[in-house]
C-alpha cells in the first residue's frame, strides 16, 4: 500500500507531461496510426492492463487479435481527436506512476497491486487517468462480449437460426 | 426497385430495354463482401470509426451504415447536396439502390389512403383509387415473397402471403389487450418481403428461404428477403431484352420540341465523366425521389425552361416524408417463465387508428407503429479482473420484458416543403447540387404528443411499467421515406402526373418513383412503389403496342 501511494505520489509530480518512454526499447511493434509514437514496451503495457481489467482466457474464449491489439486499433481508430489527446494525457499519467523508480514497472507489480492500482484510479472519471482506464475497460468488454464463444454460449447468438420459437418455456 | 420493375416488365414482353445506373454495379451473391462475416471478424466489432462519422455526419445517422454495411451507402463527402434546413438525404448509389439496405416491411396501402388528401383537404386528390392498384400489389407480392397474416383489416388490406413467423408471448398478449380494450385498433404481424415457404417462382428467381440471418443489409447469401440484385436485375437479364449500364450518371432527359416528347436522356459516365445521348420511345425515370426530382428540374429546353413538364412550377414541390421522431419504451413482468428462441426479420405493427374514418383530433391524419417484445437481459460490469469476467460469464435473461414502439407519422406535402437547383455549385459531374427545404411543421408535433399520449395509455392498460416516451430528434430524410416533387394528380395546372404515372406534359415519359407520390399515408411505402411502377410499365407497354406514346 505504501509502495502503491509512493507510485501515485511520483505520478502526480510529473504525470501527463510528456509522452515518457516506458522502458527502453524504441522498436516499435505496430503502427497505430494516430499514435505513430507508441512503442513496443507501451503496446505492452497497454496489452498488461488491459488483461488486468478483464481476464484474458485465450483457450476458453479465443479471439481473432490479441486483447492489447483489439483495444488500441479501437482507440487508434474510433476515439475522435479530443478523445485521443485525452487518452494519451491519461496514458502518459498512467506511465509516470512508474517513472522515477526506473526499476519498476506495472508488470513488476503483484497482480493484487496490480488492481488496486486499477480500481483506485478506475472510478474517477474526472481524471484524464480514470478517463484512460475506462477506454481501455469498455474497449476490453467489448473484445471479450464479442467474441466466439461468449456470443454463443453465453448470449445464445446464432448466425444463421432459421427459426423463430416465441413462447419457450424456461 | 421501382427502376428494377419498370426493367422487367418491359423485357419480359419483349422490349429491348436500358437500364441505366449511377453507380457500380452489385452482382447477387458476388458483390456482397461482408455477407458471411461473423461479428467477431469484423475490425471494429460492427462500429464505425470517429473519421468515417465525421465525414458522414448525415450517412452515419443512419442505422444500417456501420461496418457490415457502409459500402453500400453514399459517403457525404462524394455527393454533396445543400440543406436550406436539416435534412438527412440517405442514399445508395449501386445497382440495386437502397433494395439492398431498406428494411422489408410492405403493407399494401388501404382506400383510406387514397382518399384521404380529398376527404381532410390538402395536397391534391389522388388520380387513383385502392381499387386500382389492388391487383398490381397482388402481382407485385406473388413476386417478392411477403410474409403475413390475413388479418381481414380495411385499414390494411390483406395481401398474397406467406406464412408469418410465430408471434412471440408478449406480442400475442399485447394484442389480445388492445382488442380488450379499443375497438379500433390492432396489433398485427408485422408484413415482410421475406420468403417463408416456397414457390416456383421463387425457385426460378434461384432463391432460398429466409434463415433470419437478420444482416439482410449486408445482402443475403440465401436471397431470402427481396432486393432488385437477386430477382429483378436478373429476371430481365435473363430475356435477352436488357442492357444494363452501370456507372451511368443521367443528366437530363432530351425534349426534341419538334416531335414535342422526349427522346432520350443524356448521361456521363461517373468514372471517364464523358457525355452521351442514348435515345428512346418511352422513358421511366426512378432515380429515387429526390434525384427523380433534380433529373427533371436539370431537363430545360425552350419549351420547359424551368423543368421537363414544369408548366405549372410545382415541380420540386409537396416533398414529404414520414416523421419517425417519437418512440416509447417500457417493461412487462408478465411472462417471467418464457423465453424466446432463434430469431425473425420482423416485429409486430400497429395500423393507423387516428383520424381513420373522421376526423377526431386537432391534427390532420395520423400514425402507424411497430412494436416489438423481448426478454430483458442483465449483465453485471463491476470492478475488474476475474470478479468482473465472473460477472459477464453469469449474464442472464431477468424475466422481464422490454418492449418499445416506434411512431410512423404522415406528415402533409406542402409547397413550402420543396427541392430545387442550386444555381452556382455543381457536383464533380457539371450537375447542379440539390438544395432541399423541407422541415417538420406544427401537424407533425401535434401527432407526436398524441402518439405518446394513446401509446401510454395502452401499454398501461396492457400492465406496462416504467413507460418512457423519447423524441430522437431525427431529422427529415432520416426515415428514407422521402416522396414527392412530382406528384401525381387528376388536373395539369396542379399535378405534374396523370393517372398512369405519365408526365401531363410530356406523356412519353413516367414517374414512378417515391417522386410520384401525392400524399404518404403511414405505411412503408416500396411496396407501393412497385405496385404502381408495374401498373404505369404494363400500361406504357400497351401505349407502345398501339403507337400512342
Known sequence: MIRRDALKNIGRITGGVFMLPYACDLTPEINYSNFPLIKKEQQELIGAICKRILTEDFEKF???????????????????????????????????????????????????????????????????????????????LLHFETSENYMKNYLNFEFMPGRYLGKVAV | MSGGWAAKEFTEQGFKTLLLERGPNVEHLKDYPTTNMQ??????????????????????????????????????????????????????????GKSIMWARQVQRWSPYDFEGPERDGFAVDWPIRYEDLADWYTYVEGFVGVSGNKDGLDSLPDGDFLKPWESN?????????????????????????HLTESRPVFIEQGRGLCMSRRICQRGCPLGGYFNANSTLIPWALKTGNLTLKPN???????????????????????????????????????????????????????????????????????????????????????????????????????????????????????????????????????????????????TKETGVWGVGSHMMGETLPKESNQVSLDTEKTDEWGIPLLRIDVDYDDNDEKMIQDFYEQFSEMYSKAGFTN????????????????????RMGKDPKTSLLNAWNQMHECKNVFVTDGACMTSTSTQNPSLTFMAITARAANYAIQQLKKGTV
Not at chain 2, 475490425?43 to 445517422?61: F, M, Q, W, Y
Open chain 2, 39 to 96: 461479428p467477431w471478424e469484423f475490425k471494429h466489432r460492427g462500429r464505425l470509426t470517429a473519421k468515417e462519422i465525421e465525414d458522414n455526419p448525415v450517412a452515419s445517422r443512419c442505422y444500417a451504415f456501420r461496418e457490415d454495411a457502409k459500402h453500400f451507402f453514399v459517403k457525404d463527402k462524394e455527393h454533396p447536396y445543400e440543406q436550406v434546413k436539416p435534412f438527412d438525404w440517405i442514399r445508395g448509389y449501386q445497382v440495386g
Open chain 2, 467 to 486: 413507460i418512457v416516451t423519447n423524441d430522437n430528434g431525427r431529422r427529415p430524410g432520416n426515415d428514407i421515406h422521402e416522396m414527392g416533387g412530382v
Open chain 2, 248 to 394: 451511368s450518371v443521367v443528366h437530363s432527359v432530351l425534349y426534341d420540341e419538334t416531335k414535342q416528347k422526349a427522346i432520350g436522356v443524356r448521361v456521363i459516365d461517373a468514372i471517364t465523366k464523358e457525355s452521351q445521348d442514348y435515345f428512346a420511345k418511352v422513358i421511366f425515370l426512378n432515380a429515387a425521389t429526390l434525384n427523380t426530382n433534380l433529373i427533371l428540374l436539370n431537363s430545360k429546353s425552350n419549351r420547359f425552361p424551368n423543368g421537363l413538364g414544369n408548366d405549372n412550377g410545382l415541380l420540386g414541390k409537396y416533398i414529404a416524408f414520414h416523421n419517425y421522431r417519437a418512440t416509447i419504451s417500457a417493461e412487462y413482468e408478465g411472462f417471467p417463465n418464457y423465453t424466446l428462441e432463434g430469431a425473425k426479420p420482423t416485429t409486430h405493427y400497429v395500423p393507423r387508428f387516428r383520424n381513420l374514418y373522421k376526423q377526431e383530433t386537432d391534427f390532420l391524419r395520423g400514425y402507424a407503429a411497430g412494436f416489438e417484445a423481448f426478454p430483458l437481459r442483465e449483465t453485471l460490469r463491476e470492478g475488474i479482473g476475474n470478479d468482473l469476467k465472473n460477472q459477464l460469464l453469469q
Open chain 2, 169 to 193: 408471448v408478449v406480442e400475442e398478449y399485447f394484442s389480445q389487450q388492445v382488442k380488450k380494450h379499443y375497438s379500433d385498433r390492432h396489433v398485427i404481424y408485422g408484413r415482410c418481403a
Open chain 1, 62 to 140: 479465443p479471439t481473432p487479435e490479441p486483447r492489447g491489439h483489439f483495444v488500441l486499433t479501437m482507440v487508434n481508430d474510433c476515439l475522435d481527436a479530443e478523445e485521443r489527446a485525452e487518452f494519451s494525457k491519461g496514458f502518459e499519467a498512467f506511465q509516470s506512476l512508474f517513472f522515477l523508480p526506473k526499476e519498476s514497472t506495472f508488470q513488476e507489480l503483484l497482480p493484487k497491486e496490480q488492481e488496486a492500482l486499477i480500481l483506485e484510479n478506475l472510478e474517477d472519471q474526472e481524471t484524464e487517468l480514470g478517463l484512460f482506464l475506462n477506454h481501455l475497460k469498455t474497449f476490453s
